[in-house]
């Protein structure tokens, strides 16, 4: 009932940016907030940055200064941007959205995950 597209990911060297978005799609009637996660090979999925509805972002300490989270409700649409990337940013990012409630019923709500985007930093 509702997919979440990403897109943006892809190959940057040390000091480079990126730019990913995520539309959420469906039976929407809200979205309590969005946000990034990232999982590198070998180690837990970590949240990057989420936002609220109302547009309070908090961000994971490694990221501070770097990485800008905004949003679109009207569009329910997610951005990260990425500047100075560093190769140990390089891991499947993963948007997500949270306390969706449905304009079908049941109306939730509900959790859900898009299916990641790679981004890799290496010279």
């Known amino acids: 009932q509702v997919r979440l597209v990403e897109s943006g990911g892809g190959l940057v060297q040390p000091g480079g940016s990126l730019r990913l978005s995520c539309a959420a799609s469906?039976?929407?009637?809200?979205?309590?907030?969005m946000g990034w996660y990232r999982q590198a090979p070998g180690k837990q999925r970590e949240l990057v940055a989420r936002i609220s509805s109302g547009g309070l972002p908090n961000y994971a300490d490694s990221v501070k200064g770097r990485f800008t989270i905004s949003r679109d409700n009207a569009n329910n649409t997610v951005y990260l941007q990425m500047n100075s990337l560093k190769p140990e940013d390089k891991a499947v990012y993963y948007c997500n959205a949270d306390g969706v409630v449905l304009t079908t019923l049941p109306s939730g709500p509900y959790d859900y995950w898009g299916q990641g985007t790679q981004v890799t930093v290496s010279a």
């Open positions: 469906g039976s929407i009637f809200s979205i309590y907030a």
